[in-house]
């Protein structure tokens, strides 16, 4: 099957900081991106969808100012957290489709803010 | 409003097989996948029904009846490893995967 990588994969950084996690589809072309985020214990949850080369749509409740998404190329979205704080400490999973078919999830990054 | 609802955690034995349901309400539907998620992993996939009936994988089988909004997934020869979450979701109209929370499979020697 198609893989979708992550980088970094754990990342630990100070309140107050930003930090910006990678998503790329390694033999594909990712038409739509997609940003979960989970809690321990608890199922994805969507933050955003995004459209190469137009502007992501944020599901209601997530700030976008703080979670940037850029999907600026075929292969490339990146989720920026910024002016983090320990309540932003999550998994963070995203998750590629080429046009209308099966969506392949990359293996996640663990965000840990102090 | 869209949902997916199936049990919150299940717990069998080694060797047995296992049956987990999963109904759905989704605004138009274009198949349910299933995955499975070990703990501080990503979710993988399992199988994607979007006709009736069983589609067979090894040792994992997925169901699907599109009148009842209902699917479940079978697992048989139950092993260790098989101790995981298993996420339904639906895939609506505009193909975008509708997750229910996840069970909780426990399996015991």
């Known amino acids: 099957g198609a893989v979708v990588s992550q980088h970094p994969s754990r990342v630990i950084c100070k309140s107050g900081t930003s930090v910006k996690i990678e998503c790329r589809s390694l033999?594909?072309?990712?038409?739509?991106m997609f940003w979960y985020r989970q809690f321990p214990k608890q199922s994805l949850m969507l933050m955003a969808t995004?459209?190469?080369?137009?502007?992501?749509?944020?599901e209601q409740g997530v700030e976008k100012d703080k979670f940037l998404i850029n999907h600026a190329s075929l292969t490339l979205s990146t989720l920026t957290v910024t002016s983090a704080h320990p309540e932003d400490s999550s998994f963070y999973i995203c998750?590629?489709?080429?046009?209308?078919?099966?969506?392949?999830f990359g293996p996640g990054t663990r965000l840990t803010v102090l | 409003g869209q949902n997916i609802d199936q049990p919150t955690e299940m717990t069998a034995t080694e060797g047995a097989i296992v049956q987990i349901n999963c109904t759905y309400q989704t605004s138009g539907f274009n198949g349910l996948f299933w995955y499975q998620q070990h703990a501080g992993e990503a979710p993988t996939f399992l199988s994607y029904n979007v006709l009736d009936g069983l589609e067979e994988k090894g040792r994992f089988s997925s169901f699907l009846s599109r009148s009842k909004g209902y699917s479940y997934l079978l697992l048989k020869e139950l092993q260790m490893k098989d101790s995981a979450s298993y996420l339904c979701a639906g895939l609506d109209s505009n193909y975008q995967l509708i997750w229910g929370a996840g069970t909780k499979l426990i399996i015991k020697p």
């Open positions: 033999d594909f072309q990712a038409t739509t």
């Open positions: 995004s459209n190469e080369g137009s502007k992501a749509t944020y």
């Open positions: 998750s590629a489709r080429e046009r209308e078919s099966e969506q392949f």
